[in-house]
C-alpha cells in the first residue's frame, strides 16, 4: 500500500516521538503518574529499543509520505499498537494502517483502553467489535478486547458451482470423518429443491457454509462450518445472525450436544451452546438422542416453536436420509 513500508532502525527516533506523544495525550488524563508519563516514558530510552534490530521493530510498520506520521505494530494476527501523530489525525492514516494490518497481515484483534471511547469508535468503524473480554493490566489499566469481522454476505450456491471444491475443503478441516457428509452427497439428498447450500462471504472471500433442509415454514440448519483460518473472528456469529434474516418468517430449527462435564469435550459443548444462545437462538425444551450423543434441540423463534413442526420435519428427513432420526423427548 502507498506510503507503507516497514520500519527501521532509522525511523526509531519518529517512531518513540509518535508514541511518546500519544501516550500523553491519549492516557496521561486518565492516569495523572507524572512520573511515568514525563519521567520513565522518554523518547530517548524508547528509541533505542527501536534502534536495533529488536522484535519491536521487525514488527511495526511506518507510513511515510516524506515524514513518518503514523506506526502500527503486529505480532502474529494481534494489533500491538496503532499511533498517528495528532498534528496528523484526521487525514485517514491510521485507516490505511488499520487496513494495511488486516488485509496484508491478517491482524484480526486487538486491545483498547476501556477509557479511550474515541479509539474504541474508531476501530468500530473499520470493522471491530467489542468481544465483552476485559482485563486489568498492571492493576489498574482496564482493557477491553476488540476482534476485526469482516463483512458479510450469504448466498446460495448451486451444485454445479466450481466452488464446490471450496466448501468441500471447508467440510473436511471441519468435520471428523466420522461426522461428515461429503458435499455431492449433501446435494444428492436435496431432492425437490428441499436443500440450500449457502455460502459465507467475508469480505468477498467464501469462508464457510450452512447446510440448510427446507420443510414448509422449518428451515433445519443440518451443517455450520467456517475455515480454520478465519474461526474466532465473529463471522461465524453475524453469519448465523443473518441467516434468520435469508429465512424471514421461518423458524430455524438446529441441534447442539447437551453440556456434559463429564464428557471429553465438555468446555467445546459449553462453548457452542453459548455461541448459540448469544446469537438469537434459544434452547426448547426438547432433545434428540442420535448417533450416541444427546442434543439440545435450538430454535430461532421461542414464541412460534411447536414440537409437531419438528416431528413433521423429522418424518420427512426419514424420507431422504439413510440413518434415521429418532423422536424428540422432553425431560
Given at each position: 500500500m502507498e506510503f507503507l513500508r516497514p520500519a527501521t532502525?532509522?525511523?526509531?527516533?519518529?517512531?518513540?516521538?509518535?508514541?511518546?506523544?500519544?501516550?500523553?495525550?491519549?492516557?496521561?488524563?486518565?492516569f495523572r503518574n507524572d512520573a511515568f508519563y514525563f519521567g520513565e516514558l522518554n523518547v530517548v530510552d524508547l528509541a533505542s529499543e527501536y534502534a536495533e534490530d529488536t522484535q519491536q521493530l521487525r514488527n511495526t510498520y511506518v507510513y511515510d509520505d516524506g515524514i513518518v506520521k503514523g506506526i502500527i505494530r503486529i505480532s502474529g494476527d494481534a494489533i500491538e499498537k496503532l499511533y498517528v501523530e495528532p498534528q496528523f489525525q484526521g487525514q485517514r492514516i491510521g485507516a490505511h494502517l488499520l487496513d494495511f494490518a488486516v488485509r496484508q497481515k491478517q491482524a484480526a484483534w486487538l486491545w483498547v483502553l476501556e477509557?479511550?471511547?474515541?479509539?474504541?469508535?474508531?476501530y468500530q468503524r473499520h470493522g471491530f467489535q467489542l468481544t465483552g473480554e476485559k482485563i486489568v493490566e498492571d492493576e489498574f489499566v482496564p482493557l477491553l478486547k476488540m476482534v476485526y469481522v469482516p463483512n458479510i454476505r450469504l448466498r446460495c450456491i448451486a451444485q454445479d458451482s466450481p466452488e464446490k471444491a471450496v466448501l468441500e475443503r471447508i467440510n473436511e478441516e471441519s468435520f471428523p470423518a466420522s461426522e461428515r457428509t461429503a458435499i455431492e452427497d449433501l446435494y444428492a439428498t436435496g431432492?425437490?429443491?428441499?436443500?440450500?447450500?449457502?455460502?459465507?462471504?467475508?469480505?468477498?472471500?467464501?469462508?464457510?457454509?450452512?447446510?440448510?433442509?427446507?420443510?414448509?415454514?422449518?428451515?433445519?440448519?443440518?451443517?455450520?462450518?467456517?475455515?480454520?483460518?478465519?474461526?474466532?473472528?465473529?463471522?461465524?456469529?453475524?453469519?448465523?445472525?443473518?441467516?434468520?434474516?435469508?429465512?424471514?418468517?421461518?423458524?430455524?430449527?438446529t441441534e447442539f450436544e447437551v453440556p456434559d462435564e463429564t464428557s471429553e469435550n465438555a468446555e467445546i459443548r459449553l462453548r457452542?451452546?453459548?455461541?448459540?444462545?448469544?446469537?438469537?437462538?434459544?434452547?426448547?425444551?426438547?432433545?434428540?438422542?442420535?448417533?450416541?450423543?444427546?442434543?439440545?434441540?435450538?430454535?430461532?423463534?421461542?414464541a412460534s416453536f411447536e414440537i409437531r413442526h419438528v416431528k413433521q420435519l423429522i418424518a420427512y428427513l426419514n424420507t431422504i436420509i439413510a440413518e434415521p432420526i429418532p423422536q424428540p423427548y422432553q425431560k
Open positions: 532502525a532509522a525511523d526509531a527516533s519518529r517512531i518513540a516521538e509518535i508514541i511518546v506523544t500519544n501516550y500523553r495525550t491519549n492516557f496521561y488524563p486518565f477509557y479511550n471511547t474515541r479509539a474504541i469508535a474508531f431432492g425437490d429443491s428441499d436443500l440450500d447450500m449457502i455460502g459465507i462471504d467475508a469480505d468477498g472471500e467464501l469462508v464457510g457454509f450452512f447446510a440448510v433442509r427446507k420443510f414448509e415454514k422449518i428451515r433445519y440448519l443440518a451443517y455450520f462450518a467456517i475455515c480454520k483460518e478465519k474461526r474466532s473472528r465473529g463471522i461465524g456469529g453475524r453469519a448465523l445472525q443473518q441467516l434468520q434474516e435469508f429465512y424471514p418468517n421461518c423458524q430455524i430449527i457452542r451452546r453459548a455461541f448459540y444462545l448469544r446469537n438469537g437462538f434459544c434452547e426448547t425444551g426438547w432433545y434428540n438422542f442420535y448417533d450416541g450423543t444427546e442434543l439440545v434441540i435450538a430454535c430461532s423463534d421461542a
